[in-house]
């Protein structure tokens, strides 16, 4: 059967275009000392290496400290993996921490550093190999792109603007818009019509799933992007669903009949 193209392509940033893992672990870990009292202190040898792989699980910004936590609890990797709802919560309840002090933990170290040294906030991310120079072509064509993103639009900007990427055609809708993934899917169907072939590219799972449950959004196509924040299990989750495509970043990088 022959597939459409996309004429509407939606992609979300962290974990698909951009690579912040390395201003993830620096927030988590000033968040971690400071909610730990732990007085500054350097991370050990091989933590944030640890916290790259052990990523996926974070849902919230709130658990990045506490993964970190769990790390130094000497719960494995595998058991965070596997277990890591049930772990968060054990730490939390046991260690008297609430959510909402831990969400303005992170949201303050992040919020500081951004205020005091915005270039050097900016320097921690990184774009994947290619997708930039990919981004550029799709406006470049009569696709209309979309990033739906949880970071704040005006620092997708800065990091877009960096590298030279021409934001006139690009639609961003950010941490600001307050609304969940499928929400804006579904506003964006009802603003370009029924006819048009709309595309999503995510890097979690869970998000992919939560929008297979709304039959209004169906028709669009889904891709799980296998080089983001994501797990080997989730990418087998993914091959075995009919309806959610994996996707390479080599295939990400090259015409859209090479993605299915």
């Not at 005006?154 to 877009?160: A, D, S």
């Not at 029924?194 to 891709?223: A, C, M, P, Y």
């Not at 669903?241 to 015409?255: E, G, K, N, W, Y």
Request: with cysteine.
């Amino acid at each position: 059967m022959a597939i459409s193209l996309p004429t509407v392509l939606a992609l979300d940033f962290d974990g698909v275009l951009c690579d912040g893992l390395k201003e993830y672990f620096q927030t988590a870990w000033q968040a971690y000392n400071n909610l730990w009292h732990l007085g500054e202190q350097s991370p050990p040898e091989g933590v944030a290496e640890r916290f790259y792989r052990l990523r996926p699980v974070v849902e919230t910004g709130w658990e990045m400290p506490v993964v970190l936590r769990a790390i130094a609890l000497g719960i494995s990797d595998e058991d965070i993996l596997q277990n890591w709802g049930t772990i968060a919560q054990q730490i939390v309840q046991k260690e008297n921490l609430e959510p909402a002090r831990l969400v303005a933990e992170v949201d303050g170290v992040r919020d500081r550093w951004i205020a005091s040294d915005l270039n050097s906030w900016l320097a921690e991310h990184r774009f994947y190999p290619g997708v930039i120079d990919r981004l550029k072509l799709i406006l470049a064509s009569s696709t209309r792109t979309i990033i739906i993103s949880t970071k704040e639009k005006r620092f997708i900007e800065k990091l877009l603007h960096q590298e030279g990427v021409d934001l006139a055609h690009l639609r961003i809708y950010g941490k600001e818009t307050q609304r969940p993934k499928h929400q804006m899917l579904r506003e964006l169907m009802m603003e370009y019509g029924t006819n048009e072939v709309f595309w999503f590219v995510e890097d979690r799972l869970k998000t992919l799933q939560g929008i297979q449950t709304h039959s209004d959004l169906q028709g669009v196509f889904l891709f799980l992007a296998d080089w983001g924040y994501n797990t080997l299990a989730d990418r087998t989750i993914a091959e075995n669903d009919p309806t959610i495509h994996r996707i390479s970043l080599a295939q990400f990088s090259q015409d859209f009949d090479t993605w299915l």
